[in-house]
């Protein structure tokens, strides 16, 4: 049953009793995540999970590609930046330098996909063809991950894009210090026959059946009792964050902004535009003209400049 309300990237579907489904529905851009798409998805996770009758929440991508990333186009970057429809309390997102643009990425990519994270029902990604950069943060919000038999996942933000990784840094902890620095290191795929081997996805199934095989986990886990399912995921999750997790996260996201900021003084971009594919870096040159970014870019001959 489609019970979708007045959203335009995203379908928010009951798929079976006590199990609810949301699809990002931007298959001709590959799910790829646009500002509306995320809040979207924040609108209606929150709901699922105010919801008494959803023990369970899937979260899937239409089309061939489960999500390419974040949207280098930025053409909604500065939607959604006024206190009534943002969720942290940092603010000042149109601060001039690293100031805005540290706590709009903090609002929008960090704290909201760790919001995901620690959402209490169990949450399970629903993954096919490419996930890309930012595309693994969704995967990474979730509790399981079903993958189809041709899935597979790159992260090659530092390889390709000049900054060390997604936002929402997990690498180490689904897949091993050694494995994932092979995988920054190189920005290579990941299939999903080695995700699984090294415990970052749980089940492995055929294209034809991911739907089918995911609704079956999602029912089987919607069918214990709720309060149960919430008081399992948090004691799991302090598990992870009594490693550091947390820690590593917020280091990690520093060090992203830092790779952010050298590529706007050299290449007036957030990312190192010299690699970029040229039909993404026609996208990319039509949000510089547009002015779709509200950061001060400093040249070096600026920064040498006397007040």
Same mark, same amino acid.
């Given at each position: 049953?489609?019970?979708?309300?007045?959203?335009?990237? /995203?379908?928010?579907?009951?798929?079976?009793?006590?199990?609810?489904? /949301?699809?990002?529905?931007?298959?001709?851009?590959?799910?790829?995540?646009?500002?509306?798409?995320?809040?979207?998805?924040?609108?209606?996770?929150?709901?699922?999970?105010?919801?008494?009758?959803?023990?369970?929440?899937?979260?899937?991508? %239409?089309?061939?590609?489960?999500?390419?990333?974040?949207?280098?186009?930025?053409?909604?970057?500065?939607?959604?930046?006024?206190?009534?429809?943002?969720?942290?309390?940092?603010?000042?997102? %149109?601060?001039?330098?690293?100031?805005?643009?540290?706590?709009?990425?903090?609002?929008?990519?960090?704290?909201?996909?760790?919001?995901?994270?620690?959402?209490?029902?169990?949450?399970?990604?629903?993954?096919?063809?490419?996930?890309?950069?930012?595309?693994?943060?969704?995967?990474?919000?979730?509790?399981?991950?079903?993958?189809?038999?041709?899935?597979?996942?790159?992260?090659?933000?530092?390889?390709?894009?000049?900054?060390?990784?997604?936002?929402? %840094?997990?690498?180490?902890?689904?897949?091993?210090?050694?494995?994932?620095?092979?995988?920054?290191?190189?920005?290579?795929?990941?299939?999903?026959?080695?995700?699984?081997?090294?415990?970052?996805?749980?089940?492995?199934?055929?294209?034809?059946?991911?739907?089918?095989?995911?609704?079956?986990?999602?029912?089987?886990?919607?069918?214990?009792?709720?309060?149960?399912?919430?008081?399992?995921?948090?004691?799991?999750?302090?598990?992870?964050?009594?490693?550091?997790?947390?820690?590593?996260?917020?280091? %990690?996201?520093?060090?992203?902004?830092?790779?952010?900021?050298?590529?706007?003084?050299?290449?007036?971009?957030?990312?190192?535009?010299?690699?970029?594919?040229?039909?993404?870096?026609?996208?990319?040159?039509?949000?510089?003209?547009?002015?779709?970014?509200?950061?001060?870019?400093?040249?070096?001959?600026?920064?040498?400049?006397?007040?």
């Amino acid at each position: 049953m489609n019970t979708n309300t007045n959203y335009r990237h /995203i379908v928010y579907e009951r798929a079976a009793d006590r199990v609810v489904r /949301i699809l990002m529905n931007r298959p001709e851009k590959r799910n790829a995540q646009n500002i509306t798409l995320i809040y979207e998805l924040d609108a209606a996770l929150k709901r699922a999970c105010f919801d008494d009758g959803v023990h369970a929440i899937i979260l899937a991508g %239409a089309g061939e590609h489960f999500n390419a990333g974040h949207d280098l186009g930025l053409e909604d970057f500065n939607e959604h930046t006024d206190a009534e429809s943002t969720n942290g309390l940092w603010g000042q997102f %149109a601060a001039p330098g690293a100031e805005g643009f540290y706590g709009r990425e903090k609002e929008i990519y960090v704290d909201i996909t760790e919001r995901w994270r620690n959402a209490p029902k169990p949450l399970i990604a629903e993954v096919q063809g490419n996930v890309i950069a930012g595309g693994n943060m969704l995967v990474w919000a979730c509790d399981l991950i079903v993958a189809s038999d041709d899935a597979k996942f790159r992260d090659n933000t530092g390889a390709e894009l000049g900054v060390p990784g997604t936002e929402f %840094a997990m690498h180490p902890y689904e897949m091993g210090v050694r494995r994932a620095k092979e995988w920054a290191f190189t920005g290579g795929w990941l299939s999903a026959q080695e995700a699984r081997a090294c415990g970052m996805v749980n089940r492995v199934v055929p294209r034809a059946e991911l739907s089918a095989a995911t609704l079956e986990l999602a029912k089987t886990i919607a069918a214990k009792p709720l309060f149960s399912l919430k008081l399992m995921k948090e004691s799991i999750n302090a598990a992870q964050d009594a490693q550091g997790r947390r820690q590593y996260l917020q280091h %990690a996201h520093a060090l992203h902004t830092i790779g952010h900021l050298h590529n706007l003084l050299v290449h007036g971009y957030p990312v190192d535009t010299s690699q970029l594919p040229p039909a993404v870096l026609a996208k990319v040159r039509l949000a510089q003209e547009a002015g779709s970014l509200r950061v001060q870019a400093v040249t070096s001959a600026d920064a040498r400049r006397p007040d």
